[in-house]
């Protein structure tokens, strides 16, 4: 089991270049799938979710070839239609397969994704847009089947602006008969680099990134290549990176517009924010507390609710967190107040009482995010914090120490037996 040991204290100074969204390159390999050709993938992140998304395809039958930053994607072979358990259990995400299969092959087989522990993480409005389109679903053993004799487009309007759900039922949308509508659609920038890269393989598409989107279906796709968004939850981790730090920081190939309302509650705490074209400046100074609400986007992104709560921790005064999009995100609250944090939640809310002392101590990663602000926390603590299960950020974060050591942190990554949580490391 592998650990980050962390001595915090150090100021992150210097210029990080963020890599591509893994939450647009996830499903942008799904996308592949919808036609014969060979696509190229350019700027994809080399994380673990996308080395998973590798071999959910390759299982499907597809020549996958990953090499740093680019991944070539050969359906030609022909195609199978069940996404496996094992897979999938990994990672939820293989899901937004389920479209495309549907699109491409008139039926697919992928097994029920487990939950996680940030909440149930539903799939019912997936499935309720494709039975709209005339897809047939039934539930056995695990799986959800689907199949259709031809989809043919509708309106479709989701009870929630669903990221997954928005971009499943586009793929299967892109060569149906007729125009699908999608109201109440997710707006995320994801869902624009989903859309811009469809429409390259010859798909219509219209209003992706508002709240309608009309795709109308045309006979087939083609191969394309495609450079994928960058990540702005990783240049906003490591904006709070900077901030919790009182660093100085140029976060580099990052569209501060896909942060508007980031940088904007940054600024408001008392972060010194700078806006570039393709880069962002980050300082720290004296934090203030705050209230924030996550929100699908344009709203404050939940992936960086943990994050800033590192950041709030720090800050004079109460600050009100609540978490409006998923069931269960302050799971790692008691691993911060491990480290000297003062939150306590309620339901959706959290209350962080500021000015805390962080001092290191031996974490655990629940999550993706969530281990990510640990790793924050640990920057900022006094003395060495080590946090633990880091296999959760390797999932999400390229390189993560490699760029924090560049900018002066304290970091290594360490093997560790399985020693119980107790035994005091230092
Ligand atoms: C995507 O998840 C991201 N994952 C998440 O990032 C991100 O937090 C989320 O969008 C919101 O921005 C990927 O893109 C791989 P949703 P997704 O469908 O598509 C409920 C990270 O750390 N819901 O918008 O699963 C659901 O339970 C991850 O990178 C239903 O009830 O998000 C949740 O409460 C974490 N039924 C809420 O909607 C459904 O059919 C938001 O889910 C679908 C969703």
Redesign the pocket.
Known sequence: MESFLINGGNPLAGAVRVSGA??SA??LMAAALLTSDKTILQNVPMIKDVRTMANVLRELGVGVTVTPERVEIDPSGGLSDTAPYELVRKM??SIIVMGPLLARLGRARVAMPGGCN?????????LSGLEKLGARINVEHGFINVDTNGLTGDVISLD??????TENIMMAAVTARGRTVIESA?R?P?IIDLAKFLTSMGARISGAGSETVIIDGVDELNGATHTVVPDR?EAGTFMIAAAVTRGDLVIEDVNPLHLEIFISKLRSIGVEVQEFDHKIRCRGGEFNSTDIATL??PGF???LQAPVLVLLSLARGHSIVTEN???NRFVFVDEMNRLGASIRTSGHHAVVHGQSRLEGAIVEAPD??AGAALVLAGLAAAGTTEVRRIGHIDR?YENFEQKLQALGADIQRVEVSNRAPSAAPF
């Open positions: 893994k939450n996830l499903k939820r995400a940030i909440g149930p993480r539903k799939i019912d409005f997936h929630y602006p669903s990221v997954g759900a997710a995320e994801e939850i699908p986007h992104p939940t992936d999009v998923f069931e993706l995010r999400g």
